[in-house]
């Protein structure tokens, strides 16, 4: 597959970007109108952030199960790009539901941490993941690829576990399902909207990374040239 | 308040932090 990144991918970045810049305006200004919730009070918002996260943290890791499988089965190096992309974001989103999680405890539960299932087992999602960019950084060969893919596939196995945790191990402290109602449910519906538009944006972006990548390392007579429209720039 | 307070910055800040970390390495690719 060609190296060049094609003229459409810019303009398509630059809208998604717009769409995610403007739902998350849009997202901030219904966090801060929607109602506080009677028992916890303003510490609650911080579901719209966690949740949204942790279902972005869900798809990224799945795009880099789908894509891992696309390049064991294609070799097609483009396939290894997108699973590599989609796992350096689902390690922020990870990282940013490790972050709110424990905030969101505090107030909860009282205590930051608590070794429950479903903490335990996203901890360990997140330390899987984290090992499978150490281990992709570390190899230079042309087994990379096909390291990094298995391991996009066998970590996945992780992601049911996480997902079933609540109801497969009794004495779970985290809620099961996040039930609400009116304008409650509006802004969490609203946050999630934004923080996928978020990732395909993002994602968008981080591909460039790969594209770089490639055409550095491409022969030089398959490298873009500079000015051509599809030339890997900022 | 200041929990959630503290949940909405510490995400900006992860996220400023990961792009210009990515601004970066997107820079150093193109000049390879």
Sequence with gaps: MSVTIPAWWRPAGRALWGAALLLLAASLWMIAHAPIEAQMGIVQKIVYIHVPSATATLLAFGITFAASIAYLTTKNWMWDAVAATACELGLVFATVVLVTGPLWARSAWNTWWTWEPRLTSFLILWILYAGYHVVRASLRSASRRTVSSVLGIVFFVNLPIVWKSVEWWRGSLHPRNVTMTGEMRETLLLSMATWTVFLAAAFVTRLRLEWAREAALAPVAERPTAGAPGRVSA | ?32
């Design chain 2, 1 to 32: 308040m200041t929990y959630a307070v503290v949940a909405y910055v510490a995400t900006a800040v992860i996220w400023i932090v990961y792009f210009l970390w990515l601004g970066r390495r997107i820079r150093r690719a193109r000049e390879d």
